[in-house]
Each structure stands twice: as C-alpha cells, then as structure tokens.
C-alpha cells in the first residue's frame, strides 16, 4: 500500500536515486523510492571513477557497500596515445588513491539494498512517477504507476533522480540554464576472461575516439569507447559497429576478446547535452544527472552525483529533518562544487567555446 504521505518520494533508484535515499533516511519517517526500470535490465551507462569518486562514497558513508561489490581496485593504467605505450602508476596521496568500475549491474541494486537497510526506504520496481501535483507554486506529491494501478501519495520533498532525459524537471519548472551539445558518442559493453591484468585499466587515445578497459569484477572487464560525431560522420558506419571493429583492431584489446566473451549487447548513448538545471525549488530537489549532466568523456558523471547527494544531506542534517529544511542556495552551492569539472568536461566537449 503506497497511497498516502511519505516524507521524501526519490523518483529514480540507481546512483544518485538510492545513494540519496541512504543519506537522508536518518532524518524522515518514511522514504519512498520509485524506479520505472526492471532490476534485470541492462544499463549501458558505466560507472567508473578515481580517488575523488572514492572520497566522494566515503563522504556519504557508502564506499564499504561499494568495495563489496567485489570490483579490484587499481592502481595504474596502460596509456597508449598512436603507437606510444606509457606505463603510468597513480599517485599514492591517502588511502582512497586507486581507481574502481562497478558494473551498474552490481552496484545499482548493492545501493538500493543499502538504502532498504535502513528499515524505512521503501523500494517500488519497476514504478514510473507519472504526474506531479503543484498547489500553490508548491510540491505535494506525485501519480505513480506500478502494476498498472495509478496512486496518489503525498511527500514533503520530492526528489528527482530520474536521470539526464527526465521528464519530471520540466514538470516542477526546472528548466536547463546551461546547455553544451556534446559531439561524442559513448559506447560500452561487459566482457569476461580476458588475458588482461586485473590490477591496471588501458586507455588507447587515437584520432577522435577514446578506447577504455577496466576490470569490473571477478574475471569481469569493461571495454569503453568514445567516438567523436565527426569520425562516425566521415566513416558512415553505425557506431556499434565500429566499436566491433576497433576493438579487435586495437593491438591490446583485440587478441584479448578472441580469447575471452562479451557477456552484454553493445549500447551507449550518443547526442548528448551537457546540462545544468537549477537544483531545488518549493518542494523540489534535484539530484544527478537530473539536475547536472556531465558528459561522460571525462567519466565524471558518477561523482557529480554523489557531490549532489551529499550537498543535499548535508543541508537537511544540519535542519535536522526533511520536513522545515530550507533548501534554497543549492544551485550555487553545487555549481561551485562542480565547477571544475564541468570547466574540464566543456573544454573537450566544446574546445574554445566557454
Ligand atoms: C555511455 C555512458 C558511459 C558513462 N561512463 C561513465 C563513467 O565511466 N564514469 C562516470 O562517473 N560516469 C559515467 N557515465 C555517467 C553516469 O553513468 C551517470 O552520471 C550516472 O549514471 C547518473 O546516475 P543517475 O542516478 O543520476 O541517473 P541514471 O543512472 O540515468 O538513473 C535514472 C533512473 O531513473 C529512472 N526513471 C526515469 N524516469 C522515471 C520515472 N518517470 N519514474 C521512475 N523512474 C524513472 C530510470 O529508469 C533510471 O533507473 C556514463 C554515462 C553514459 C551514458
């Protein structure tokens, strides 16, 4: 029975979605999170990060439920730009400096189990919000769908984590101030049993694309590649299928995946917008890339997720409940958070344009 008030309903339950519903069920009653996907689907969106992503899951106090998810961590990479091999070690500042990928397979439903162990994070799957009701210039709660039923419920904060396409921002009135188009199309897909090393990624810069493995799992690897628009232009050939063919031309990746199997489709995303969209209003909160979308080139976008979750928590710890925290300030707060990032993601989106 979900009909009634909840005093936060997450629209959205993978990274930013449950990692927010974690950080603020020690200051609600009731937390509602809804998902409109099924928990099998396959997600081709990566999750890969460095020492300010790890920095950024201790900060919400959840990089022990990430590292048992059993992704190695990793301490350097192969860096191949043309035909120049460098071997490069990161360096060892604290305990967070190394790398990690987490297959959103894993880590997603790992979050989600750890905002339900609060004992008062209701997970609804699959449940799409539907409509959301606005009295008075305010929030106050939101249709959802699930089993083909529509209900009503009521929250005091209603939270957008539905992801960069989000219908639902428009709805409350949070429209983009801040929009880069992105030239490059991002693809990946799971492979398993690769001869490759378990304790290093492999990054291969070449003329307009961007080829990435890491190692994701027990005897599992990521392989990523981002095309530029002007390369799939001049090769006329459907991204995926160029992925296909550079990944088995590449010196290093190719051998690797004769010998071992991809274990997933191909898929991505191409024609992306950078975005930037205010982050709360009355009733409103917006977290991920609902409200900030990173393009995925600098694989920053899992970061900027939990930075939002954490500015967010951190707002409502220091009211000491949902219900009567003031929430105005956000926006400013997390684009000055962010704001390296996004100045380092546009400079390759959109050189010489900001
Ligand atoms: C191809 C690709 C590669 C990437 N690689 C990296 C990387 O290497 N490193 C990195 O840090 N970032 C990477 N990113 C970015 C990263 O994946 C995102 O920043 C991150 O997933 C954002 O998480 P999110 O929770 O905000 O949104 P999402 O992961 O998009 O989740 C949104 C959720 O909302 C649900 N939803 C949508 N509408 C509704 C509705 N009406 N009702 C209920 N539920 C709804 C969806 O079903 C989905 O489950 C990549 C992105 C792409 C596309």
């Given amino acids: 029975m979900i009909a009634g008030h909840w005093e936060v309903v997450v629209v959205g339950g993978r990274i930013a979605g449950a990692s927010t519903a974690w950080a603020l069920a020690p200051y609600a009653e009731r937390v509602l999170v809804v998902d409109a996907s099924r928990a099998s689907t396959f997600w081709p969106q990566q999750s890969t990060w460095d020492r300010t992503g790890n920095l950024a899951w201790s900060e919400l106090g959840l990089l022990d439920t990430v590292l048992a998810c059993g992704a190695p961590r990793t301490y350097g990479d192969t860096y191949r730009v043309g035909d120049d091999v460098v071997e490069r070690e990161y360096p060892r500042e604290d305990e967070y400096s190394y790398r990690m990928s987490v297959s959103r397979e894993v880590l997603d439903p790992a979050l989600l189990t750890a905002a339900q162990s609060r004992g008062n994070v209701t997970v609804l799957r699959p449940a799409k919000a539907r409509d959301i009701a606005i009295d008075d210039g305010r ?63 492999y990054f291969s810069l070449q003329d307009r694309s961007v080829l990435i493995s890491t190692p994701c799992g027990d005897k599992q690897w ?30 290093r990746l190719g051998p690797a995946i004769v010998a071992g199997r991809r274990t997933t489709s191909i898929g991505g995303a191409g024609r992306m917008r950078m975005m930037r969209r205010p982050m709360s209003g009355p009733g409103w909160c917006l977290v991920g890339d609902t409200g900030y979308h990173l393009d995925p080139v600098t694989a920053q976008g899992t970061r900027a997720a939990l930075v939002t979750a954490r500015i967010l ?19 400013d707060e997390r684009d000055a958070a962010l704001e390296e990032d996004w100045a380092y993601t546009e400079q390759i989106v959109a050189p010489g344009q900001s």
Wanted: proline fraction near 4%; aromatic fraction near 6%; charge should be negative.
């Fill in 139 to 201: 929030v106050r709660g939101v249709t959802i769908q699930h089993g083909g039923i529509d209900s009503e419920v009521t929250c005091d904060l209603l939270i957008l984590a539905d992801g960069r396409l989000s219908r639902n921002a428009e709805r409350v009135g949070a429209t983009a101030y801040r929009v880069v188009e992105s030239p490059w199309f991002a693809l990946l897909a799971y492979y398993e049993n690769l001869p490759l090393p378990t304790d290093r990624s």
């Fill in 313 to 331: 928590r951190d707002r409502i710890a220091a009211a000491g409940r949902v219900s009567g925290a003031d929430l105005t300030g956000l926006t």
């Fill in 222 to 251: 990521c392989i990523a590649l981002d095309l530029h628009q002007s390369l799939i232009d001049e090769i006329g050939q459907h991204p995926v299928r160029s992925y296909d063919r550079m990944v088995r031309a590449d010196p």
